[in-house]
């Protein structure tokens, strides 16, 4: 260093390095999670977040994709925590990646026998887990509750949730509730008894369980939370109920109010779906078609409201339930809102389960309003089918399905994904209890499609699709986005003054919140019925959906004619400026087989009724495929007697989840089924359709 005295000339220049400055320590990453199934306890699905917003939605481009093994439907809600986003795909596979990067951290497959494809009525689908105090919670196609360790991927534990001899599924997402993970299951359309059941987060061992319909008569009491109100369900059924297990099953929403310390669920329909011959025609058949809510600790019961007392259309009162607090009338009320398949909104008290209002947000034939005196709906002329076929709207499609509806606060509107799907109901009396397929007690086959292309133009047409933007106050629809066909996406809302929603032609699309006006779309080239979620790591907001088709209605509708075989699935993320490459690979349908071979009138129509209400429901009504199962009129098995009655009959493909139909059809009726498929091969080869 320089001695001299201060102030005093240097005798020779000293250069002196400066001292490092540190690097700075990086600040931990900052997150803005989607931990559970509805983004919140509330269940809204609406995101505070506000990078992305109306201004500048027009800059969304992709972040990264990820393309899976399989093309069977993709239901999901992806979690997202800590930079990690989690998500199931068909057969229960689970992934997780890097939230930023799409690098896939881990997978899980808990492999999911193939035949159990054959018990899942609407696809081997999944929509989802629950993230909880390090783990990742979710249920398999076959009725087990799984654990994972949510950083590694190891399970935790196992537990098998239903008796798996019987046609019970889980497609639904789990939810928590105090320390417990709460599940139903599905399978109604089967005959199976439903019920939901909560299990410690910690151990997997089951807290309690609530039944949704009464045992059958002369059963034991079930020595569990419903046995004290057997008395009061059993009171509303008739008949030899218990013989197909009553149905109810719930299959998808369950919410934890933590204000009244009560899980609210949607108990879905009944077994068969016609009174008549599930319940000798009387009573309202409790809990069919209700929200109910039990004690969040003990399952014991506490109230419940039924939108189709007694139905007969397969109308699930399963859909979104959403809570709020809302000024209605100038009292601040603390209330659940849902729209469910029949077709009313409604906003109903949560603490006693007293229905507030309900309006129609879709066409509706079934019914012309509700008697707010008793809260029944007032049902029209025949529309329970006894005196005749019934044409209704909505159907059991519903006019809003599983598919997640969203609720803002900021705009005080709620977005739900609309649809119109009308179907013919005639009663299939006297009924034949039938083992290898659904048990619904009416005709599917009353629904065949027509072969002119005309007519089949004209039915299409009549199957239509909306985003509705709806006032839950003053039970009035806001706004509309029309689509030209049903079974789009659910929905996401963000403080952003924002509404995303995925349609079944394939589109991404934003809106604004409070008008609907389009201001950003994606073409992913798959059909999208999962509801997007958002999240955001070290500031930057994503947006992220699971594409993939399929599902109850899209795995056996076909919505334009010719369509190839579907692409594997994708999940998409989506930030500002993304600009990741994308590319889907299509493939052209095979042409249709023309079989030399001849069949009796007789045998092709006795092949069209087991068709019809046997193989429709996966591989297409009339057989015309909608591309996620194969299109049996462009598969060369068709050509061969010997190779179609080794898969129909020996079960060759029973690992794809086409199981053998020996203990339901003889080889005679596959021969008649494939005779009748020929025929619909050679519509397709003359006709185009």
Known sequence: MNSAAPGAKPMAEVVVAPTPTPSPVPA?????????????SEETRFSPLTAINAQNAAGLGLAWSHEFDTARGMEATPLVQDGVLYTTTSWSKVYAFDATSGNVLWSYDPKVPGETGFKACCDVVNRGGVLFEGK????????????????????????????QSKPYTITGAPR???????????????????????YDANSGKLAWRFYTVPPAK?????????????????????????????????????VYDQEFNQVIFGVGNGT?????????????????????????????????????????????????????DLNIGGQNRKILMQAPKNGFFYV???????????????TQTWTTGIDMATGRPNETPNARYAKGPFVSLPSGQGAHN???????????????????????????????????GWNLGIELGANTLPNKTAQLKAVRAMLKGHLAAWNPITQKEAWRVQYDGPWNGGVLATAGNLVFQGTSRGTVNAYTADKGQKLWSFDAEIGIMAPPVT?????????????????????????????????????????????AAYHVDHVAPAPAVVVKSTWSAKTLARGGHIYEETCSVCHGGTARSSGVVPDLRRDPLLASKAGWNQVVIGGALSDNGMVSFKKWLTPADAEAVRGYVAARARNLAVNGN
């Open 272 to 324: 068969p779906w016609d009174r008549r011959t599930r319940s000798a025609d009387k009573g309202d058949n409790l809990f069919l078609d209700s929200i109910v809510a039990v004690d969040a600790d003990t399952g014991a019961y506490k109230w419940h409201y039924g939108g189709s007392p007694g139905e007969v259309w397969d109308f699930d009162q399963t859909q979104s339930v959403i809570l709020s």
């Open 535 to 579: 999240y955001a790591v070290n500031g930057r907001q994503y947006v992220a959906v699971m594409a993939g088709y399929g599902g109850g209605y899209g795995i056996g509708a076909a919505l334009a004619d010719n369509a190839g075989p579907r692409p594997n699935g994708r999940l998409l993320v989506f930030a500002l400026g993304g600009d």
């Open 136 to 163: 990742f919670y979710f249920g398999t196609l076959d009725g087990r509750l799984i654990a994972l360790d949510a950083k590694t991927g190891s399970p935790v534990w196992s537990t098998v949730t239903v008796d």
């Open 348 to 362: 109903i008290d949560r603490a006693n389960g007293r229905l507030i209002s309900a309006n129609n947000y879709a």
């Open 28 to 40: 931990p990453p900052s997150f803005a999670n989607w931990t559970t199934y509805g983004g919140n």
């Open 176 to 198: 928590i509730a105090k320390g417990r993970v709460l599940i139903g299951n599905g399978g109604g359309e089967y005959g199976v008894r439903g019920y939901i059941s909560a």
């Open 402 to 436: 599983w598919q997640p509806m969203a609720f803002s606060p900021q705009t005080g509107l709620a977005y739900i994904p609309a649809q119109e799907v009308p179907m013919l109901y005639k009663s299939d009396h006297p009924f034949i209890k039938r083992d290898g």
């Open 218 to 254: 002369g059963a034991p009491a079930d020595g569990a939370a419903s046995d004290a109100v057997i008395p009061k369900m059993q009171a509303t059924w008739a008949g030899d109920y218990g013989k197909l297990g009553g149905g109810g099953p719930v299959w998808d929403t369950i």
